[in-house]
Protein backbone atom coordinates (compact mmCIF):
# COMPACT_ATOMS: atom_id res chain seq x y z
CA UNK A 1 0.00 0.00 0.00
CA UNK A 2 1.22 2.89 -1.21
CA UNK A 3 2.02 5.95 1.86
CA UNK A 4 2.04 9.13 -0.09
CA UNK A 5 -1.35 11.21 0.35
CA UNK A 6 -3.26 13.14 -1.75
CA UNK A 7 -1.45 16.23 -2.96
CA UNK A 8 -3.81 19.55 -2.71
CA UNK A 9 -3.22 21.86 -6.45
CA UNK A 10 -0.57 24.24 -6.72
CA UNK A 11 -0.98 27.56 -4.83
CA UNK A 12 -3.68 26.14 -2.46
CA UNK A 13 -0.84 25.52 0.22
CA UNK A 14 0.07 29.21 -0.49
CA UNK A 15 -2.89 30.65 0.83
CA UNK A 16 -2.82 32.09 4.52
CA UNK A 17 -6.85 31.05 6.02
CA UNK A 18 -9.11 33.78 6.14
CA UNK A 19 -9.61 35.07 9.81
CA UNK A 20 -12.69 36.65 10.38
CA UNK A 21 -13.09 39.79 13.03
CA UNK A 22 -13.02 38.14 16.49
CA UNK A 23 -16.17 38.20 18.90
CA UNK A 24 -15.12 37.32 21.90
CA UNK A 25 -13.46 38.96 24.52
CA UNK A 26 -11.78 37.48 28.01
CA UNK A 27 -13.30 37.72 31.21
CA UNK A 28 -16.49 37.13 30.61
CA UNK A 29 -17.72 40.81 29.48
CA UNK A 30 -19.90 41.63 27.28
CA UNK A 31 -18.10 42.75 24.20
CA UNK A 32 -18.60 45.53 22.10
CA UNK A 33 -18.14 44.24 18.62
CA UNK A 34 -16.85 46.46 16.03
CA UNK A 35 -14.53 44.17 14.31
CA UNK A 36 -16.56 43.32 11.39
CA UNK A 37 -17.93 46.05 9.73
CA UNK A 38 -21.51 44.76 10.96
CA UNK A 39 -24.73 47.34 11.27
CA UNK A 40 -25.64 48.56 14.51
CA UNK A 41 -29.02 48.69 13.40
CA UNK A 42 -29.55 45.38 12.51
CA UNK A 43 -31.14 43.44 10.02
CA UNK A 44 -35.22 45.25 9.02
CA UNK A 45 -37.96 44.04 11.02
CA UNK A 46 -39.71 43.09 7.75
CA UNK A 47 -36.43 40.88 6.73
CA UNK A 48 -36.80 39.13 10.39
CA UNK A 49 -40.35 38.02 9.90
CA UNK A 50 -39.89 37.14 6.52
CA UNK A 51 -36.57 34.91 7.25
CA UNK A 52 -39.25 33.71 10.59
CA UNK A 53 -41.71 32.31 7.99
CA UNK A 54 -40.24 30.21 6.48
CA UNK A 55 -39.67 27.96 9.03
CA UNK A 56 -42.39 26.02 8.22
CA UNK A 57 -41.60 24.28 5.05
CA UNK A 58 -37.97 23.85 5.55
CA UNK A 59 -37.95 20.61 4.03
CA UNK A 60 -38.41 22.42 0.75
CA UNK A 61 -35.74 23.10 -1.78
CA UNK A 62 -35.28 26.75 -2.52
CA UNK A 63 -35.97 28.33 -6.00
CA UNK A 64 -32.48 27.37 -7.34
CA UNK A 65 -32.93 30.58 -9.43
CA UNK A 66 -34.05 33.27 -6.80
CA UNK A 67 -36.02 34.70 -9.02
CA UNK A 68 -38.00 36.31 -7.29
CA UNK A 69 -34.83 37.82 -5.11
CA UNK A 70 -33.25 38.92 -8.71
CA UNK A 71 -36.37 40.65 -9.62
CA UNK A 72 -36.54 42.47 -6.09
CA UNK A 73 -32.99 43.36 -7.46
CA UNK A 74 -34.23 44.36 -10.44
CA UNK A 75 -36.75 46.30 -9.47
CA UNK A 76 -34.71 48.21 -7.06
CA UNK A 77 -31.57 49.54 -9.00
CA UNK A 78 -33.78 49.17 -12.94
CA UNK A 79 -31.44 46.21 -13.74
CA UNK A 80 -32.41 42.85 -15.82
CA UNK A 81 -32.94 39.96 -13.52
CA UNK A 82 -31.38 38.10 -16.25
CA UNK A 83 -28.25 39.57 -15.21
CA UNK A 84 -28.11 39.35 -11.69
CA UNK A 85 -26.35 36.25 -10.02
CA UNK A 86 -27.34 35.48 -6.46
CA UNK A 87 -24.96 34.04 -4.01
CA UNK A 88 -23.77 32.84 -0.85
CA UNK A 89 -22.32 35.96 0.02
CA UNK A 90 -20.53 38.09 -2.52
CA UNK A 91 -17.46 35.72 -1.47
CA UNK A 92 -18.90 32.71 -3.32
CA UNK A 93 -19.40 34.92 -6.28
CA UNK A 94 -16.01 36.28 -6.51
CA UNK A 95 -14.83 32.41 -6.16
CA UNK A 96 -17.03 31.88 -8.68
CA UNK A 97 -15.53 34.34 -11.14
CA UNK A 98 -12.23 33.55 -10.17
CA UNK A 99 -12.78 29.86 -10.93
CA UNK A 100 -14.50 30.58 -14.21
CA UNK A 101 -11.96 32.89 -15.68
CA UNK A 102 -8.76 32.60 -14.46
CA UNK A 103 -6.23 29.08 -13.50
CA UNK A 104 -2.35 28.05 -13.74
CA UNK A 105 -0.11 30.48 -15.90
CA UNK A 106 -2.79 33.09 -15.04
CA UNK A 107 -2.80 36.53 -13.31
CA UNK A 108 -4.87 38.52 -11.07
CA UNK A 109 -4.31 41.89 -10.06
CA UNK A 110 -5.47 43.29 -6.59
CA UNK A 111 -4.17 46.54 -4.83
CA UNK A 112 -1.68 46.12 -1.43
CA UNK A 113 -4.66 46.50 0.91
CA UNK A 114 -7.54 44.94 -0.88
CA UNK A 115 -9.65 42.56 0.55
CA UNK A 116 -8.05 39.13 1.61
CA UNK A 117 -10.38 37.05 -0.46
CA UNK A 118 -8.88 38.15 -3.63
CA UNK A 119 -5.78 36.43 -2.90
CA UNK A 120 -7.49 33.32 -1.75
CA UNK A 121 -9.87 33.15 -4.69
CA UNK A 122 -6.38 33.59 -6.64
CA UNK A 123 -4.08 31.45 -5.28
CA UNK A 124 -7.27 28.68 -4.83
CA UNK A 125 -7.57 28.25 -8.80
CA UNK A 126 -3.62 28.22 -9.58
CA UNK A 127 -3.38 31.56 -10.78
CA UNK A 128 -0.64 34.15 -9.59
CA UNK A 129 -1.70 37.30 -7.67
CA UNK A 130 0.13 40.72 -8.55
CA UNK A 131 -0.10 43.14 -5.87
CA UNK A 132 -0.20 46.19 -6.80
CA UNK A 133 1.16 49.42 -4.56
CA UNK A 134 -1.18 52.20 -3.12
CA UNK A 135 -1.39 56.05 -3.52
CA UNK A 136 -2.15 57.15 0.37
CA UNK A 137 -4.24 53.88 0.86
CA UNK A 138 -5.63 54.41 -2.16
CA UNK A 139 -6.37 52.56 -5.44
CA UNK A 140 -3.78 54.02 -7.93
CA UNK A 141 -4.95 52.86 -11.46
CA UNK A 142 -1.72 53.95 -13.60
CA UNK A 143 -0.04 51.21 -10.64
CA UNK A 144 -2.62 48.95 -11.46
CA UNK A 145 -2.13 49.67 -15.72
CA UNK A 146 1.58 49.08 -15.38
CA UNK A 147 1.43 45.98 -14.05
CA UNK A 148 -1.22 44.64 -16.84
CA UNK A 149 0.61 42.15 -18.97
CA UNK A 150 -0.43 39.42 -21.15
CA UNK A 151 -0.89 36.89 -18.43
CA UNK A 152 -3.31 39.37 -16.53
CA UNK A 153 -7.36 37.78 -16.65
CA UNK A 154 -9.16 39.55 -14.10
CA UNK A 155 -8.46 43.18 -12.03
CA UNK A 156 -10.38 43.08 -8.13
CA UNK A 157 -11.40 46.71 -7.28
CA UNK A 158 -13.16 47.15 -3.93
CA UNK A 159 -14.47 50.23 -4.53
CA UNK A 160 -14.81 51.67 -1.38
CA UNK A 161 -12.19 49.85 -0.20
CA UNK A 162 -11.95 47.16 2.87
CA UNK A 163 -10.31 47.98 5.59
CA UNK A 164 -8.85 51.41 4.19
CA UNK A 165 -12.73 53.31 3.42
CA UNK A 166 -10.65 54.72 0.50
CA UNK A 167 -12.13 54.61 -2.92
CA UNK A 168 -11.67 56.31 -6.39
CA UNK A 169 -14.25 58.39 -8.25
CA UNK A 170 -16.07 57.22 -11.42
CA UNK A 171 -14.23 58.74 -13.84
CA UNK A 172 -11.18 57.28 -12.30
CA UNK A 173 -12.82 53.56 -12.56
CA UNK A 174 -13.69 54.68 -16.41
CA UNK A 175 -10.38 55.21 -17.22
CA UNK A 176 -9.57 51.62 -15.70
CA UNK A 177 -11.82 49.90 -17.56
CA UNK A 178 -10.72 51.80 -21.30
CA UNK A 179 -7.15 51.06 -20.02
CA UNK A 180 -7.49 47.45 -19.52
CA UNK A 181 -7.40 45.04 -22.67
CA UNK A 182 -10.73 43.49 -23.75
CA UNK A 183 -10.22 40.29 -22.00
CA UNK A 184 -9.76 41.24 -18.90
CA UNK A 185 -12.35 40.97 -16.46
CA UNK A 186 -12.75 44.47 -14.41
CA UNK A 187 -14.36 43.35 -11.21
CA UNK A 188 -15.75 45.88 -8.83
CA UNK A 189 -16.59 45.05 -5.26
CA UNK A 190 -19.09 47.45 -4.48
CA UNK A 191 -19.64 45.87 -0.74
CA UNK A 192 -20.17 49.10 1.44
CA UNK A 193 -21.36 51.04 -1.49
CA UNK A 194 -24.64 52.26 0.19
CA UNK A 195 -22.63 54.19 2.63
CA UNK A 196 -21.08 56.68 0.35
CA UNK A 197 -22.02 60.30 0.20
CA UNK A 198 -19.81 61.48 -2.83
CA UNK A 199 -20.71 63.38 -6.05
CA UNK A 200 -18.07 61.84 -7.83
CA UNK A 201 -18.92 57.94 -7.20
CA UNK A 202 -20.36 55.42 -9.14
CA UNK A 203 -20.84 51.79 -7.89
CA UNK A 204 -20.53 50.26 -11.36
CA UNK A 205 -23.89 50.13 -12.70
CA UNK A 206 -22.96 51.53 -15.69
CA UNK A 207 -19.97 50.67 -16.40
CA UNK A 208 -21.30 47.05 -16.34
CA UNK A 209 -24.65 48.02 -18.36
CA UNK A 210 -21.99 49.53 -21.04
CA UNK A 211 -19.37 46.66 -21.27
CA UNK A 212 -19.10 43.23 -22.10
CA UNK A 213 -16.21 42.97 -19.74
CA UNK A 214 -17.27 44.09 -15.85
CA UNK A 215 -18.79 42.82 -13.09
CA UNK A 216 -20.49 44.69 -9.79
CA UNK A 217 -20.38 42.46 -7.14
CA UNK A 218 -23.22 43.69 -3.86
CA UNK A 219 -23.48 42.07 -0.43
CA UNK A 220 -26.53 42.00 2.18
CA UNK A 221 -24.21 41.09 4.90
CA UNK A 222 -23.63 45.32 5.42
CA UNK A 223 -26.35 47.65 5.05
CA UNK A 224 -28.99 45.18 5.28
CA UNK A 225 -27.58 43.70 8.32
CA UNK A 226 -28.00 39.91 7.19
CA UNK A 227 -24.53 38.57 7.54
CA UNK A 228 -25.66 35.48 9.23
CA UNK A 229 -27.49 34.40 5.94
CA UNK A 230 -24.75 34.58 3.71
CA UNK A 231 -26.22 36.76 0.83
CA UNK A 232 -24.40 38.34 -2.16
CA UNK A 233 -25.30 39.20 -5.75
CA UNK A 234 -23.65 40.09 -8.90
CA UNK A 235 -24.73 42.02 -11.70
CA UNK A 236 -22.79 41.09 -15.04
CA UNK A 237 -23.11 41.03 -18.75
CA UNK A 238 -25.18 38.29 -20.03
CA UNK A 239 -22.21 36.46 -20.89
CA UNK A 240 -20.63 36.01 -17.79
CA UNK A 241 -24.21 35.57 -15.90
CA UNK A 242 -24.46 32.50 -18.24
CA UNK A 243 -20.88 31.15 -17.27
CA UNK A 244 -21.50 31.51 -13.60
CA UNK A 245 -25.00 30.31 -13.62
CA UNK A 246 -23.25 26.87 -15.31
CA UNK A 247 -20.43 26.28 -12.42
CA UNK A 248 -22.73 27.73 -9.18
CA UNK A 249 -24.18 25.34 -7.37
CA UNK A 250 -27.50 24.28 -8.34
CA UNK A 251 -29.57 25.44 -4.56
CA UNK A 252 -26.74 28.03 -3.47
CA UNK A 253 -29.12 30.31 -1.70
CA UNK A 254 -31.05 29.05 0.97
CA UNK A 255 -34.62 29.92 1.09
CA UNK A 256 -34.84 31.96 4.27
CA UNK A 257 -32.21 34.16 2.83
CA UNK A 258 -34.02 34.95 -0.04
CA UNK A 259 -37.00 35.33 2.24
CA UNK A 260 -35.56 37.95 4.15
CA UNK A 261 -33.12 39.60 1.08
CA UNK A 262 -36.61 40.31 -0.44
CA UNK A 263 -37.98 42.03 2.40
CA UNK A 264 -34.28 44.16 2.99
CA UNK A 265 -33.89 45.76 0.00
CA UNK A 266 -37.15 46.65 -0.14
CA UNK A 267 -37.42 48.34 3.38
CA UNK A 268 -35.89 51.47 1.84
CA UNK A 269 -37.10 53.06 5.05
CA UNK A 270 -34.36 50.67 6.98
CA UNK A 271 -32.12 51.00 4.60
CA UNK A 272 -31.96 55.12 4.91
CA UNK A 273 -32.11 54.90 8.56
CA UNK A 274 -28.67 53.10 8.32
CA UNK A 275 -27.21 55.65 6.12
CA UNK A 276 -28.30 58.68 7.95
CA UNK A 277 -26.45 56.65 11.51
CA UNK A 278 -23.59 55.90 9.47
CA UNK A 279 -23.70 59.91 8.35
CA UNK A 280 -23.77 61.15 12.01
CA UNK A 281 -21.21 58.87 13.37
CA UNK A 282 -18.42 58.25 10.74
CA UNK A 283 -17.35 61.76 11.07
CA UNK A 284 -18.06 62.07 15.24
CA UNK A 285 -15.83 58.94 15.78
CA UNK A 286 -13.24 60.52 12.99
CA UNK A 287 -12.77 63.51 14.63
CA UNK A 288 -12.98 61.80 18.05
CA UNK A 289 -9.98 60.07 17.52
CA UNK A 290 -7.80 63.16 15.11
CA UNK A 291 -8.48 64.77 18.52
CA UNK A 292 -6.44 62.49 20.57
CA UNK A 293 -3.49 62.65 17.72
CA UNK A 294 -4.35 59.71 16.10
CA UNK A 295 -4.24 59.52 12.24
CA UNK A 296 -7.27 58.14 10.46
CA UNK A 297 -7.69 57.44 6.81
CA UNK A 298 -10.58 59.19 5.52
CA UNK A 299 -13.54 56.53 5.08
CA UNK A 300 -16.31 56.57 3.36
CA UNK A 301 -17.88 52.86 4.89
CA UNK A 302 -18.94 52.44 7.88
CA UNK A 303 -15.53 52.12 9.66
CA UNK A 304 -12.50 53.82 10.15
CA UNK A 305 -9.26 52.80 9.99
CA UNK A 306 -6.85 54.02 12.98
CA UNK A 307 -2.81 54.36 12.81
CA UNK A 308 -1.10 54.14 15.91
CA UNK A 309 2.38 54.69 16.86
CA UNK A 310 5.14 52.18 16.45
CA UNK A 311 6.68 50.40 18.93
CA UNK A 312 4.82 48.47 21.49
CA UNK A 313 4.15 51.01 24.50
CA UNK A 314 1.28 53.23 22.05
CA UNK A 315 0.82 50.86 18.98
CA UNK A 316 -1.73 48.73 17.93
CA UNK A 317 -1.26 45.61 19.48
CA UNK A 318 -0.97 47.30 23.16
CA UNK A 319 -4.43 49.21 21.71
CA UNK A 320 -6.05 46.11 21.03
CA UNK A 321 -4.93 44.87 24.12
CA UNK A 322 -6.48 48.00 26.24
CA UNK A 323 -9.50 47.96 24.35
CA UNK A 324 -10.18 44.06 24.86
CA UNK A 325 -9.84 44.68 28.71
CA UNK A 326 -12.66 47.26 28.22
CA UNK A 327 -14.63 44.91 26.24
CA UNK A 328 -13.71 46.58 22.81
CA UNK A 329 -13.18 44.57 20.02
CA UNK A 330 -11.59 46.26 16.72
CA UNK A 331 -10.38 44.25 13.31
CA UNK A 332 -6.28 43.95 13.95
CA UNK A 333 -5.11 44.04 10.29
CA UNK A 334 -1.55 42.99 10.12
CA UNK A 335 -2.68 40.60 7.24
CA UNK A 336 -3.62 43.41 5.07
CA UNK A 337 -0.08 44.77 5.70
CA UNK A 338 -0.94 47.36 8.06
CA UNK A 339 0.45 46.20 11.33
CA UNK A 340 0.32 49.87 13.12
CA UNK A 341 -3.60 50.17 12.61
CA UNK A 342 -6.77 49.01 13.43
CA UNK A 343 -10.09 49.19 11.66
CA UNK A 344 -13.13 50.21 13.65
CA UNK A 345 -16.51 49.37 12.70
CA UNK A 346 -19.36 52.32 13.45
CA UNK A 347 -21.43 51.20 16.26
CA UNK A 348 -24.16 52.76 17.97
CA UNK A 349 -24.03 55.96 19.74
CA UNK A 350 -23.30 54.62 23.32
CA UNK A 351 -20.73 51.94 21.64
CA UNK A 352 -19.17 55.01 19.69
CA UNK A 353 -19.08 56.67 22.82
CA UNK A 354 -17.61 54.03 24.91
CA UNK A 355 -14.62 53.54 22.63
CA UNK A 356 -13.81 57.58 21.97
CA UNK A 357 -14.04 57.20 25.88
CA UNK A 358 -11.23 54.19 25.85
CA UNK A 359 -9.01 55.43 23.05
CA UNK A 360 -7.96 58.58 24.95
CA UNK A 361 -8.17 56.55 28.24
CA UNK A 362 -5.16 54.42 26.37
CA UNK A 363 -3.66 57.58 24.32
CA UNK A 364 -3.14 58.80 28.12
CA UNK A 365 -1.21 56.00 29.51
CA UNK A 366 0.52 55.42 26.35
CA UNK A 367 1.95 58.86 26.59
CA UNK A 368 2.29 58.91 30.28
Known amino acids: M ?48 AYGAVGASLERYPDGAATELRKAIGRTYGLNPDRIICGCGSDELL ?10 GDEAIFTEHGFLVYRIVTLGNGAMPVVVPEKNHTADVDAILARVTSRTKIVFLANPNNPTGTYIPFDEVRRLRQGLPGN ?62 RIRGPFNVTAPAIAAGIAAIEDKGHVERSISHNDEWLPWMTTAAEKLGLKVTPSVGNFILIHFAEGREGGAVAADEFLKSKGIIMRRVAGYGLP ?21 EFTRKARA
Open 95 to 104: NLLAHAYVGA
Open 340 to 360: NALRMTIGTAEENRATAAALA
Open 184 to 245: VLLVIDAAYCEYVRRNDYEAGIELVATTENTVMTRTFSKIHGLAALRLGWAYCPQAVADVLN
Open 2 to 49: STSAPVPKPGIMDINAYVPGESVVPGGLKPIKLSSNETPLGPSPKAIE
